[in-house]
């Protein structure tokens, strides 16, 4: 994962592409405190698990793509089912 600053709050997080729709983010604090848009929506009553994204860090991630900062990893490992020790690539 490599890290990514919201260019609009500042907040950090933990990015992950494997393909153009597929992003893993990874929040380092707790969003609903470090990310306005997750707080404003979570003041209105929602939770903070159902809150997918955050327009203001997708379009950061998506410039970050554009520009190159953020790679596209293509080989992702995944668990293998039964032994969770061994991973396979696809």
């Excluded at 306005?36 to 793509?65: D, K, M, N, Q, Y």
Aim: charged content about 25%.
């Amino acid at each position: 994962m490599q890290e990514l600053t919201c260019d609009t709050c500042r907040t950090t997080v933990l990015v992950e592409k494997y393909s153009p729709s597929h992003t893993s983010v990874q929040w380092l604090d707790d969003a609903a405190h470090v990310c306005p848009e997750f707080a404003r929506r979570v003041a209105a009553g929602e939770h903070v698990s159902a809150i997918p994204t955050c327009p203001a860090l997708r379009r950061s991630i998506e410039e970050a793509t554009r520009a190159g900062s953020i790679a596209t990893d293509t080989q992702r490992t995944e668990p293998v089912r039964g032994d969770l020790r061994a991973a396979r690539t696809s």
